[in-house]
């Protein structure tokens, strides 16, 4: 549930408790109204942002993030320039970002129903949906598990078989840590 409005100076990774929260700030680039807050999805708190005004004539854009990423590593730059034209919202899954680690798997299925579920919270009937990188299979998937949920699909820079990677790619995955992740500020 998202109904505790949290002061823009709490730390931003700090449980703000069962029920989410969320809080309001401006985009020094122009003055476009953030949403920023928490979803209680299950014992997951996810992190999300919500960039300018809903448009009745639009669906909001919905930007998922690529492995060890966050909305502003991938995103940064682009929300700026979509914002003029329609709503945006960010997410941060499990384990990147503002959102912290549960004891559960980190799976695409799993992220596409975290992310269905922040997108009911929110209110937002349907929405397009870009997924970078490892978002874009977690976009797959959320097409697949709530397709009510989805009006287009948009794919940046994936891959659709394991083969289609660089050589070295997977054994780079398999000693990723922590450590090697983006700051946060």
Known sequence: MIDRLLDPNDRKDEPA??????WHTLDES???????GYAAVGALRMYYEVH??????KAPLVLVHGGGSTIETNFGA???LLTDTRQVIGVE?????????????????NSADDIAAV??????????VLGF????????????????RVRRLIVASTFYRRDGLVDGFWAGVEHASL???????
């Open 179 to 185: 450590d090697a992740m983006p700051e946060v500020s």
């Open 119 to 128: 997108l009911q919270q929110l209110k937002v009937a349907r929405a397009d």
């Open 52 to 57: 300018g005004a809903a448009r009745a004539e």
């Open 78 to 80: 682009l929300i700026p």
């Open 93 to 109: 899954e499990q384990g990147h970002g503002h959102t912290g680690w549960i004891d559960r798997p980190y799976t695409p299925e």
């Open 30 to 36: 122009g003055g476009i109204s953030v949403q920023q």
């Open 133 to 148: 990188s490892s978002g874009a299979g977690v976009r797959l998937r959320l097409a697949m598990r709530h397709p009510s």
């Open 17 to 22: 408790g069962d029920d989410g929260g969320s």
